[in-house]
């Protein structure tokens, strides 16, 4: 499919200052700028094949529907689960997804890392004049990935017209931080979860466990797993900084750790963290590749 | 990847007249679909990392699921006549053999839909092997393999973690396992027929895709059919995906038992024969279709 695409875009792209970038300002616009490009030509390419695009969009959304669907199922035999009401996790079903979903929208593709170094696509990146995380996260590409933040933000909108919040200031301003650090801890996951890859090619599936095995985790309230998980979600892989603790906050359910109140609040310094965490890993890797000059 | 286990040019020279055949010439063809199954599991058995971290993902999911349906089944004691044990084995079980019975999908798929890219599936269709029989014999292989390997550990896991229901008759196991392989067949058998629309819409994977939601929802991958309500509960236990996971687990959890066991397993091996008999259709029709352009 790669050989329809002959006139690349990043190639002929990025004028000779851009190419040696001297700010740090000027470096993160580059790689957005690569992110956009790659990302345009793999719509192109996807765009070939209509009848399968529409296709797999639909199923796309059907497909993340399903988990809600299974929500809805298991409310006609009971009214809470773990003491939580149907909005309620809606709120938490939405929240996830929506996190989930934009982050795999926008870096989804890194996890293919281990596939690109068995076929030596990756040297192929390393040499383009364009950052390699910016590439790699943008490779294959494809607006169907949209399917899952749009059902997953249209479930967030009905659980909030159907919730009975006290709106204060604190509980307003906590849904968007929530919403934008989710997404940037799932989205470190990703890269971190794909940089294992440098050293063990094929676990490419262990970080659905993390990702999507996380997203269904964090879909249903604390109260129902044993205490050890929701600690180690906490403490481990802080996946439960994106929105089982801010949710607590907003929605005035007691935490079953019963950890201090900054804790929900602390999502911001958690996605940090992650992030911090992923781009270490991310350069570890890099440094040690080792191409097979294919 | 590679092609032929037992098509040395030995067996490639006299495999042709596999149509009108002695006894010893069907006695070699079933050799040869047994090497293509060997093939496959030795081929699958390759990649041990994958397996190790599909297996962990597997494990991760039945944890999640299981507190989920424990949550359930304490606001309702005895939903859908499972009591809480059963409830718990289900997922496991399901989680056990989610890759085996491949209800998302997978296994032979992805070879054939690069052999649709590459073109490289008009080589298929004149080799000396029938196309459907050699595709079903290496996702036996494959499914034998998932089954050892991506079943065993999660069972375990669940085993220890919980409280499960698992039977002590040594009987029911068997009965069980043979389920399991009509299950991979009547698996096959819905597969083959998504990945032969790929001779008329060149790429099957909108298809694919589509029938990944239906399977995870009909074959009670996600809630067991029994809790499903109405009509849809009714329409579900009849629709071929029954046939991959509900019927296997039912019997293992012994909500099967007697006469109910043998209705069962009549209705996977109907479902089964549908299914690749539509698939041998289609797959005549397809190939009357094919234009190979040398090269």
């Known amino acids: 499919m790669a050989e329809l695409l002959v006139p690349e875009p990043q190639v002929r792209g990025p004028e000779p200052q851009l190419l040696a970038p001297e700010t740090r300002m000027a470096r993160v616009r580059w790689a957005l700028r690569s992110w956009r490009l790659v990302a345009a030509m793999w719509t192109r390419a996807t765009m070939a094949y209509r009848a399968s695009f529409y296709l797999m969009f639909a199923a796309s959304i059907a497909a993340t529907s399903l988990d809600f669907v299974v929500l809805l199922l298991m409310f006609q035999h009971t009214d809470s689960l773990g ?18 979903g934009l982050a795999n929208l926008l870096v989804g593709s890194a996890d293919a890392l281990g596939d690109r170094i068995r076929t030596g696509t990756l040297d192929t990146m390393l040499i383009r004049p364009a950052p390699a995380l910016a590439q790699l996260c943008a490779e294959r590409f494809s607006l169907r990935r949209l399917g899952r933040p749009l059902q997953a933000a249209s479930v967030l909108a009905w659980s909030l017209t159907e919730l009975h919040v006290r709106w204060t200031a604190d509980r ?16 470190a996951v990703y890269i971190g979860g794909a940089t294992l890859q440098f050293w063990w090619g094929e676990v490419r599936e262990l970080q659905n466990s993390l990702t999507y095995g996380g997203a269904t985790l964090i879909h249903y309230p604390p109260t129902i797993f044993a205490k ?14 994106v929105n089982w603790l801010p949710s607590l906050r907003i929605l005035g359910k007691p935490d079953p750790l019963g950890l201090p109140t900054a804790f929900q609040y602390a999502s911001p310094i958690a996605a940090a963290l992650c992030v911090l965490a992923a781009a270490l890993a991310w350069r570890a890797g890099l440094r040690a590749y080792r191409g097979t000059g294919n | 990847m590679e092609i032929p286990v037992g098509l040395g040019p030995e067996n490639g020279a006299h495999a042709p007249d596999t149509g009108q055949l002695s006894r010893d010439g069907r006695w070699d063809t ?82 054939v839909q690069d052999r649709f ?25 494959r499914a034998a393999f998932h089954l050892v390997a991506r079943g065993l550990l999660p069972t375990l896991v669940g085993a220890l973690a919980f ?59 996600l809630l067991p059919i029994g809790l499903f309500p109405g009509r849809l509960g009714e329409l579900a236990h009849v629709l071929p995906w029954a046939a991959l996971i509900q019927i296997p687990t039912d019997i ?15 209705f996977q091996l109907v479902w089964a024969l549908v299914l690749l008999a539509a698939g041998r259709a289609a797959q005549l029709l397809a190939t009357r279709k094919v234009v190979v352009q040398g090269g």
């Open chain 1, 83 to 100: 003491g939580w009401s149907l909005p309620e996790l809606g709120f938490l079903y939405g929240t996830s997804g929506l996190c989930l």
């Open chain 1, 172 to 187: 307003v301003l906590l849904v968007p931080v929530l919403l934008v650090c989710g997404t940037v801890i799932f989205g």
């Open chain 1, 228 to 241: 050890e998980l929701v600690a180690g979600v906490v403490f481990g892989i802080p996946l439960a900084f």
């Open chain 2, 30 to 111: 079933g050799r040869l679909y047994l090497a293509i199954a060997k093939g496959a599991f030795r081929r699958y058995s390759t990649y041990r990392a994958a397996t190790v971290a599909g297996t962990v993902t597997n494990t991760v999911f039945g944890f999640i699921l299981a507190y989920t349906f424990l949550a359930l089944w304490q606001a309702r004691p005895g939903l859908g006549g499972y009591d809480t044990a059963q409830a718990v084995t289900y997922i496991w079980i399901s989680q056990s053999l989610l890759v085996t019975v491949a209800v998302w999908g997978g296994g032979f798929q992805d070879e």
């Open chain 2, 117 to 141: 890219r590459t073109g490289d599936i008009a080589i298929d269709l004149y080799r000396p092997v029938d196309f459907q029989g050699w595709w079903l014999a290496t996702d036996l292989g």
């Open chain 2, 163 to 221: 409280h499960l229901r698992l039977p002590t008759d040594p009987l029911v196991w068997a009965v069980f396992l043979l389920t399991v392989l009509i299950a991979v067949v009547a698996s096959f058998g819905l597969r083959f027929l998504v990945s032969l629309t790929g001779f008329w819409l060149h790429d099957s994977e909108g298809i694919r895709a589509v029938m990944l939601v239906v399977a995870m929802f009909f074959s009670g991958m």
């Open chain 2, 252 to 266: 293992l959890l012994e909500r099967r038992t007697g006469g109910a066991v043998l209705t069962g397993i009549a």
